[in-house]
């Protein structure tokens, strides 16, 4: 997110000084590095969460569109951003089809009828179906070998999915904004946010390299992005901006299980997805998947959930503890009752043993044999909670928060994640830069083709929640900014602490081939409050 931002702002204004503040001693080392991650190009073509059956039987394919819109917004920066130079080549993402397959007469019955209500659209229309296991073995042997032929299957197949190394892609962005003027700070934490008299923000920095000299600095900016991952959260409650008032983070680990063995890597191209079990949560859909990372192909299935009281990968034990506030106390309370399922299931997944889990992979891949995988630990997720029905709702989305003055951002949350970081920073540039908006829409379009609006059906400016997983504050609710109050257009980009890397404007004063797509509909976009007259510095 933190590096789409950046290589954005450094496109519309060239003369913005940006800086990246990371924590680590490398870029897009937490939950963006490959390998934390499943890195499939969220476009909605496989993942069932997203199509969820209304009451009376029917699919709403809202998200799924939605997200399909979001994903081909990033694809067609990935182009851009590649002809202007800024990416060397398309190395960071395979084509790779994506599947969906489900087992047993009432999964193949949904999945007939959610294969219906999405190829009646146009995004979705090249979306093949068959409840054939000849024709699935073709798509995916391994999830067909030694499976029991009387049993009901049935499977959908995208030729057009992507695998993306979302680690080696944030890594060239930022290459590519230093080359363009921007100053990268590794192994420096922001251990506190303060705002300055002028309306912009001071950052107080600790180095953590073992040599530092001086260890503590100061960092001034107008505008500051948080893009911490799951330090996030601490970070903008540091701020003391009104609109995180309430929100409260519930940290999710995972694990995957991973073959590099060749007979089996070279029997399976798909990212293969299949239905979420019972009282889990939807990021632990479980899916046997094709990864490309570094020009090597693997194996991937999971995730396996967990527990963990860390918001970061490489955090701390007490990072739970350290976000709790009297404001967030009863949605944590009230989302800890109105969970128990979850939280069953979490326990039972932290005590899951090795053949366990090989059971779960072998529903998906009968053939599977213990001694071909290994078990690795993927990067922390951190879920939403804040004020809601109840006293406390758990989100599973992902959640922007701004400033009423639009002069600091951060985003909490989790998926569908990198997939839709086009989307996601447009809508920050929407909000936080409101007059300046209307000067980089051209550049926008230029970039990214299918913002123009073609049909009767393309939206402007849409409801607050419009968009399922970019969740934005509505005035009316607690902890949204004031109708009428929109922060003043900035001169400067952003500064991520902790983990993800962001920009700031001025220096502290203590020191695979290119791929089309068919254009499609403008995503929704939250309505802008009216601004107030402040000069733009």
């Known amino acids: 997110m933190s590096a789409t931002l950046a290589a954005l702002l450094s496109q519309l204004e060239p003369s913005w000084r940006i800086e990246v503040v990371e924590r680590l001693d490398g870029i ?51 182009d851009h ?21 489900v087992r047993g007469a009432d999964d193949v019955d949904y999945l007939r009828r959610r294969h219906a209500a999405l190829t009646a659209h146009p ?9 054939d296991p000849g024709t699935i073995a073709q798509w995916a042997p391994l999830v067909m070998a030694g499976r029991d032929p009387q049993e009901p299957v049935a499977a959908t197949r995208a030729s057009d999915g992507l695998d993306v190394d979302y680690g080696a892609l944030a890594r060239q962005l930022i290459d590519a904004v230093v080359a363009r003027g921007a100053r990268v700070r590794l192994q420096h934490e ?36 948080i893009g911490a991952g799951g330090g996030a959260l601490r970070l903008l409650q540091a701020s003391g901006i009104d609109e995180i008032r309430g ?12 073959t590099t ?24 859909v479980p899916h046997l998947d094709t990864r490309v990372v570094g020009g090597s192909p693997a194996l991937l299935f999971g995730p396996y959930a967990g527990w963990s009281m860390k918001f970061l990968k490489q955090g701390s034990w007490t990072d739970l503890l350290r976000t709790v506030r009297p404001g967030n106390l009863v949605p944590l309370v009230a989302v800890a009752l109105h969970n128990l399922d979850l939280l069953k299931y979490l326990v039972t997944e932290v005590l899951a043993s090795r053949g366990a889990r090989m059971r779960s992979l072998r529903a998906f891949m009968p053939t599977a044999r213990d001694s071909s995988w290994e078990l690795i630990t993927a990067g922390q997720r951190v879920q939403v909670i804040k004020r809601g029905r109840g006293g406390g709702v758990l989100e599973f989305g992902t959640e922007l928060v701004t400033a009423a003055d639009g002069s600091i951002a951060g985003l909490l949350g989790a998926s569908p994640g990198a997939s839709t970081a086009a989307s996601a920073m447009l809508d920050l540039l929407r909000r936080c830069f409101p007059q300046r908006y209307a000067t980089w829409e051209a550049e926008l379009v230029r970039m990214m083709p299918s913002l123009i609006e073609d049909g009767p059906d393309a939206t402007d ?74 000069p733009v510095a």
């Open 247 to 258: 929100y409260g983070g519930f940290p999710i680990s995972g694990q995957f299980l991973r």
């Open 28 to 78: 897009a080392l937490e939950s963006t590095d490959a390998w934390n991650n499943a890195g499939t190009g969220h476009a909605a073509l496989c993942e069932l969460n997203y199509t969820p059956e209304r009451p009376d039987g029917s699919i709403d394919i809202a998200k799924a569109v939605t997200i399909n819109e979001q994903f081909q917004l990033s694809t067609e920066l990935w």
């Open 81 to 101: 951003l590649r002809d202007a130079g800024m990416l060397p080549d398309d190395g960071y993402r395979s084509p790779v089809p994506h599947l969906t397959f």
């Open 461 to 534: 400016a849409g409801a607050a929640h419009a968009d399922p997983d970019l969740e934005t504050h509505d005035p009316t609710e607690p902890g949204g900014a004031p109708a009428g109050e929109q922060g003043p257009g900035r001169t400067a980009a952003d500064v991520a602490p902790a983990t993800g890397p962001a920009e700031r404007e001025q220096a502290g004063d203590g020191d695979s081939g290119p791929r089309s797509r068919a254009p499609g509909r403008r995503p929704a976009r939250p309505a802008l409050p009216r601004r107030r007259d402040t």
């Open 261 to 284: 063995d060749p007979a089996l890597v070279g029997q399976h191209r798909a990212k293969v997805y299949g239905k979420a079990a019972v009282g889990s949560p939807p990021m632990s």
């Open 190 to 225: 922001v251990r506190r946010i303060r705002r300055r008299r002028d309306g912009g923000w001071r950052l107080h920095l600790v180095d953590r390299s073992w040599n530092a000299s001086p260890r503590r600095t100061t960092l001034d900016a107008r505008f500051v992005f």
């Open 123 to 131: 995004r979705f229309a090249h979306l093949e179906y068959t409840e």
